[in-house]
């Protein structure tokens, strides 16, 4: 069970700010920003480069709750959404996440 999963089950604690039948948004536990969520699928996939065809309606639906959820926190002056992908792309758990990040400037390029 990845940790996400964990938290989906309710195995361990989360700041919850979002859920549905397929999605669930928390707050991450080391915040970049002064705002910063992640929106995963419930389904474990390992990441965005994991995902199949099939699941391109799915990828469209975290997106959209990346847009609730960003609006429903008041991110109206802009925000950042980032997904990492495998050992380059930074990842660090292996379950999807869209991190929704806001109200602070961001800089690019990234890190
Ligand atoms: P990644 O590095 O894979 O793109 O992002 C993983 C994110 O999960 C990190 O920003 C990290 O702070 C967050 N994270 C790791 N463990 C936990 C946890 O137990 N709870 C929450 N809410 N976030 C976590």
């Known amino acids: 069970m990845t940790l996400f999963e964990k938290i989906v089950a309710r195995q361990i604690p989360a700041d919850i700010v979002y859920e549905d039948d397929r999605t669930l948004a928390f707050r991450d536990i080391a915040p970049q920003a002064p705002v910063h969520l992640l929106v995963i ?17 799915l990828m469209g639906h975290l997106l959209g709750v990346c847009r609730k959820v960003a609006a429903e926190e008041g991110l109206g002056a802009g925000y950042r959404v980032v997904t990492n992908i495998g ?18 400037r961001m800089t690019w390029p990234p890190g």
């Open 41 to 57: 699928p419930k389904r474990p996939i390992r990441s965005l480069a994991a995902a199949q065809d099939e699941d391109t309606e």
């Open 87 to 104: 050992e380059d792309g930074g990842q660090s758990v292996d379950h999807l996440h869209f991190h929704v990040l806001g109200k602070r």
